[in-house]
């Protein structure tokens, strides 16, 4: 019976614990991937259930309160978290509250009901208010509906004002107009680009309305640099702003940041760890750097659970590393705990950032026990032995962290290594080789010995006829026209060498410069290469047909083929690079492959040039005309694709009426 009774407590203990729980804790893994990963916090309370709370819109914390921008109350609610006790501040000033921030000596209030800026002292007495800025430079008919506002340790006011498209509204402590900071970059996609070739002046004023997105929300560290939080953007929603308003995080990263595009609210701790919150309750938190730890929280949508949200709208981190979250739409406040897990990792972090990079090994190596896949753990590890000087090590936990920046520079140093260690074996070695060509090709020429291979076989004849493409180009192209050299079966190898070049560059290339960064299937690549060249070759056809060109179906699918000899030939050359190479050095490849690409597209005109036997303006016009065929058919298969469905419902439909009238 006793055993009984303690199997019945340990199960409700068990229940009790991970009743507690958030849904699930995320990180990223191997290759760059979600993962589920050991619980970071814990819901340990939650609070201000009974407060009446009515649409609230922010909340920050300051030693031990909690300040609320009870927005549908218009009021501040503070919250004693030690005492417990609730009062209220702005019940008879405010209108409709969104943002509150609050310093040593005053309580700061974003009032979009009131276009204004209230401020309180600590005892909740109104002290003055800052309205429009009457600067010129401020703008006669731009709106000010401040929103969220944050406050630096001189008195300045950084303010998000709704529909601000020029950044964010900076006031000195009397409300005098210091200019915007930080106005986010608008973007230019390539039908932009494309619409600015062709489009007038006018028509672009007319048609095309290019801002900059606003922003969201904004928080200030103890060190003063603001971030903010874009909506609708991915990969730079969080910006970590300098004195000058530029973004950097953005410096500090090589790739996109792991974000969402419904950020609401966005904080920082002591240790300059990010935490940001969208709407559907799911917390993120970064490093200094950007760099994704956990990913927590979520949307309640079938029950309540601790841990999830209806609307979720502000969140706070006091000193302990507590995460304090509000749910607009519940009206309370959820108060995440954070477990061994996430502590040791808080620790592994700071301690790096202190300098103290073998005491961060240490506790990195314990936290990995816990999960040996988090990208998180292996970077941490990874700099801690790039300090300690043992790169092979940083290296292989960089790449399984898929840090690609660090990686690299570790790679560096380990080359560096080499080559100082090898120099001198390098030398020699190239200089033997060097001698044993010089002295041998002048001993075959003092001789009159000539090394000449005959190829007696046609077909690899034919298909090693592709060096004529590097050299000769014009009289290449003449000969394959006149069946002299190339066939259908030469021409289909060579595609199947293209196709296996391309696949090896999309696939093969070293981890630092792969392009493989979705994960694409070997099929998947080997389709995208030969179907624009199948493509290519029935418009060309088509175009060739009515424009009076002198190439054949067949001569077209053979000199398309001889066109790609630059490619084949050297570009794998630039993916051996590839292994070389480092960061640093990636204009190498850039350009390299460029050059290539370019050069295989000149060799590829002068193909249909000579083939059809054009003039200058003849042979542009039918690879534009190629072109457009191409999108056109692309453009008709996209539509059947699309309607493919009804299509078919159709036809179907026709059918079974045929057959019941028959019957």
Do not use: C
């Amino acid at each position: 019976m006793r055993k009984k009774a303690i199997f019945i407590l340990l199960i409700l203990s068990i229940l009790a614990f991970s009743s507690n729980s958030t849904f699930l804790t995320y990180t990223i893994g191997q290759n760059n991937k979600w993962k589920i990963t050991q619980d970071a916090y814990l819901v340990s309370e939650v609070i201000l259930e009974d407060a009446g709370l009515y649409y609230p819109e922010d909340m920050y914390l300051k030693d031990g309160k909690l300040y609320i921008a009870d927005s549908g109350n218009a009021r501040i609610l503070v919250y004693d978290l030690k005492t417990r006790k609730i009062s209220e501040i702005g019940a008879w000033s405010l209108f409709t509250p969104t943002g509150v921030f609050v310093d040593n000596n005053y309580i700061y209030v974003a009032d979009v009901g009131l276009s204004e800026i209230v401020i309180f002292d600590k005892n909740g007495n109104e002290i003055k208010t800052i309205g429009k800025p009457k600067s010129i430079l401020f703008g006669q008919y731009t709106k000010f509906k401040p929103r969220k506002i944050v406050v630096d340790k001189r008195g300045n006011l950084y303010i998000v004002s709704e529909g601000s498209l020029d950044g964010i509204i900076q006031l000195d402590r009397n409300g005098e107009f210091l200019g915007y900071f930080g106005a986010n970059k608008v973007r230019i996609t390539a039908l932009d680009k494309f619409i600015d070739l062709f489009y007038s002046k006018e028509q672009k004023e007319r048609l095309l309305t290019r801002a900059p997105k606003p922003y969201y929300n904004l928080a200030i560290d103890n060190k003063g640099l603001i971030y903010t939080i874009t909506q609708k953007e991915h990969g730079d929603a969080i910006k970590k702003h300098n004195t000058l308003g530029n973004n950097i995080l953005y410096l500090s990263r090589l790739e996109s940041m792991v974000d969402e595009g419904n950020f609401v609210d966005i904080t920082v701790d002591n240790d300059g760890r990010i935490y940001a919150l969208t709407e559907t309750g799911l917390i993120y938190e970064y490093d200094q750097e950007g760099n994704l730890i956990f990913s927590f929280g979520g949307r309640a949508i079938l029950y309540d659970k601790n841990g999830l949200f209806s609307v979720a709208s502000a969140i706070e981190v006091d000193d302990e590393g507590r995460v304090y979250v509000l749910d607009r739409e519940k009206g309370l406040v959820q108060i995440f705990n954070p477990t061994i897990y996430a502590t040791k990792i808080h620790k592994a972090l700071n301690l790096y950032i202190q300098g103290k990079y073998i005491e961060s090994k240490s506790i990195w190596e314990d936290v990995l026990k816990y999960d040996g896949y988090s990208s998180i753990i292996h970077n941490g590890l990874g700099k801690a032995y790039f300090q300690e000087g043992n790169y092979k090590e940083a290296a292989l936990h960089f790449k399984v962290a898929y840090s690609k920046r660090e990686y690299s520079e570790a790679y560096w140093e380990i080359r560096n290594q080499f080559l100082q260690k090898n120099m001198k074996v390098i030398i020699i070695l190239l200089f033997v080789i060097f001698v044993l060509f010089e002295v041998g090709g002048r001993i075959l020429k003092k001789k009159g010995i000539r090394l000449k291979i005959k190829i007696r076989n046609k077909l690899l004849s034919d298909i090693l006829y592709l060096k004529n493409l590097i050299r000769h180009p014009i009289d290449s192209f003449y000969y394959l026209r006149k069946s002299t050299h190339g066939s259908i079966l030469s021409a289909t190898i060579i595609y199947a060498l293209f196709v296996l070049v391309v696949t090896f560059d999309y696939m093969g290339r070293s981890f630092i410069f792969n392009l493989n960064t979705s994960e694409r299937s070997v099929g998947y690549v080997v389709f995208s290469a030969i179907v624009p060249i199948f493509l290519w070759i029935f418009s060309n056809y088509l175009v060739s047909s009515i424009n009076e060109g002198r190439g054949t179906l067949k001569n077209i699918y053979i000199f398309t083929a001889y066109s790609t000899a630059p490619y084949i030939i050297f570009q794998p050359f630039i993916i051996l690079l590839t292994y070389v190479l480092t960061y640093n050095e990636s204009f190498l490849i850039s350009f390299g492959s460029f050059f290539i690409i370019s050069w295989t597209f000149i060799v590829l005109f002068i193909g249909v040039k000579e083939t059809h036997d054009y003039e200058l303006k003849g042979t542009i016009g039918s690879i534009i005309y190629s072109i457009v065929w191409i999108l056109v058919i692309i453009l008709v298969f996209s539509i059947v694709y699309m309607l493919w469905d009804q299509i078919v419902e159709t036809v179907y439909g026709i059918i079974q009426e045929v057959l019941y009238r028959v019957r």
